[in-house]
């Protein structure tokens, strides 16, 4: 089974605050993501990568950055968060894309709340 | 672009009955995965199928590309089923779409 471990679970911040998510996978994938998720909504895709210093735009990709350092880590940054940013974030891994026989392992979630 | 949708918004369901979920897609998609956010928002990975169908318990999935859907049956549900429910499906690349979910609460 995928292991994909987010980090912190939890974080609270205030406007204009800067935060860090951090995701770690031990199973060797190729392609992370991040995704955040809104009561009532789907997962929308904020940015994805397929490599060490590889990053792709997603769909909401507005006040985000991220940057993936080696194959196993993948960040998320909000350098000016704003409440709009309050959401629950998942970062995935899969080792092709998920029309490709990759199914995505998702990490157990990190809930921002932006006051 | 590719749409996903994803039915009924809401369930209730009663210990030991069942029902389905449904997502029909707007275009041809080449897999998809059905997932379960649980009562501390993990995202329980469900099913992945490429076609047909599979089963596991007491949830079942299936998939028909050509008809551009994918189900998920739920028997005998069990309180600890309760959660929201998504799919997620891609037509090639690394996109994914994904359904706004399902809240499925079950009731003694």
């Known amino acids: 089974e995928a292991a994909v471990t987010q980090s912190p679970r939890n974080k609270v911040t205030v406007t204009g605050g800067n935060v860090t998510l951090s995701c770690r996978q031990t199973?060797?994938?190729?392609?992370m993501y991040w995704y955040r998720q809104d009561t009532g909504h789907g997962l929308r895709l904020i940015h994805y990568?397929?490599?060490?210093?590889?990053?792709q735009i997603g769909d909401v990709p507005d006040g985000y950055k991220a940057t993936r350092t080696t194959q196993e880590d993948f960040f998320l940054l909000l350098e000016l968060a704003s409440p709009s940013q309050t959401s629950l974030y998942f970062c995935?891994?899969?080792?092709?894309?998920?029309?490709?026989?990759?199914?995505?392992?998702f990490g157990e979630g990190s809930k921002l709340t932006v006051l | 672009g590719d749409q996903v949708e994803q039915s009924p918004s809401a369930l209730s369901l009663h210990e030991g009955t069942g029902s389905a979920l449904r997502c029909n897609f707007t275009?041809?998609?080449?897999?998809v995965q059905w997932f379960r956010k649980n009562s501390r928002g993990s995202l329980i990975n469900l099913f992945y199928?490429?076609?047909g169908t599979k089963e596991n318990g007491r949830l079942k999935s299936a998939f028909d590309s050509k008809e551009r859907y994918s189900t998920l049956h739920i028997r005998d549900a069990q309180l600890e089923d309760s959660g929201t429910y998504f799919c997620?499906?891609?037509?090639?690349?690394?996109?994914?779409?994904f359904g706004s979910g399902t809240r499925l609460l079950v009731s003694p």
């Open positions: 995935a891994s899969s080792d092709a894309g998920l029309a490709n026989t990759g199914q995505l392992y």
């Open positions: 275009t041809t998609m080449r897999a």
């Open positions: 990568s397929y490599g060490a210093g590889n990053l």
């Open positions: 199973n060797s994938h190729n392609y």
């Open positions: 997620a499906a891609a037509t090639g690349g690394y996109k994914v779409v």
């Open positions: 199928l490429a076609s």
